[in-house]
């Protein structure tokens, strides 16, 4: 099995097309161990994920004991692969069942790839955000994936779109009062577009515009949330950027013309 064939399996790259997947393995590296050699241990930093392309891993997280079955993973499969999204500690540790050769790539080279390559980078935020919808997993999986989709999506956006992503977060719902104003100003127009590209972040509803959970963090902007969790596992940095980078509240701007106090309430909210 080739490299991309193997991508193509894996949930985060299964929506990439062929010329994608091709894109993405002519970016890995081949490495090989020898059997017994450690490829990482529980608790190393997430910095890189691995495609086997012969020879079998073993998973462990302690010695193993004597008479059970080890498990394994074989050609074909990935590993690490949400590990390089959320900077998250490996939850165990890999060794070189037998002689073993992997595909790798690091993560700060991946994320430079989806950055210069949006379609591939649109991909993987579609099959994460089908992830989402469709998983039966725990809180914990579940939170791990919403933080993966927060930090790849934030890590595409321009500093202008991230700062109105804040502002939006504020609430699930904009009028299209409120959306017509940001129209008026081209800045804000260019960083709504972007946004709009993202399907895991803003959807068009008639002439409203709605604020999708994923973006919310279930009714709190993912930023918040991000700012204490990055304080204690050290990998929130994008998400404290965002939230960082603040705006100028401008509410006169946003309620110009539209009178009313509910459309001066959205302007202020909005702080355009």
Request: aromatic letters at 4%; hydrophobic letters at 45%.
């Amino acid at each position: 099995m080739d490299a991309a064939a193997a991508l193509s399996r894996c949930p985060l790259f299964s929506l990439l097309d062929r010329i994608q997947l091709a894109r993405l393995a002519g970016e890995l590296d081949e490495i090989t161990l020898a059997a017994e050699e450690v490829l990482f241990r529980k608790g190393d930093p997430g910095d890189a994920f691995y495609v086997v392309r012969s020879g079998q891993a073993e998973v462990y997280t302690g010695e193993r004991p004597l008479g059970a079955a080890p498990i394994l993973v074989g050609p074909g499969q990935v590993i690490g692969e949400m590990a390089i999204l959320t900077g998250e500690a490996r939850s165990a540790s890999i060794r070189a069942f037998s002689p073993l050769a992997l595909w790798r790539m690091s993560g700060e080279h991946f994320l430079d790839v989806v950055a210069k390559e949006r379609k591939i980078a649109l991909s993987i935020e579609r099959a994460l955000s089908r992830r989402l919808a469709t998983t039966l997993a725990d809180a914990t999986e579940r939170q791990r994936d919403v933080q993966a989709l927060g930090l790849l999506v934030l890590k595409l956006l321009g500093a202008p779109a991230r700062q109105l992503l804040v502002r939006l977060s504020q609430r699930a719902r904009w009028p299209a009062a409120a959306i017509a104003t940001l129209r008026d100003n081209a800045g804000d127009a260019a960083a709504l577009d972007e946004l709009l590209a993202f399907a895991t972040l803003l959807r068009r509803e008639g002439e409203e515009l709605a604020v999708l959970a994923a973006c919310r963090g279930g009714g709190r902007h993912p930023a918040a949330r991000r700012r204490r969790v990055g304080r204690r596992r050290g990998h929130g940095e994008p998400w404290r950027d965002a939230a960082r980078e603040g705006f100028s509240r401008h509410p006169e701007r946003m309620a110009r013309g539209a009178g009313g106090r509910r459309d001066r309430r959205d302007a202020d909210r909005l702080g355009a």
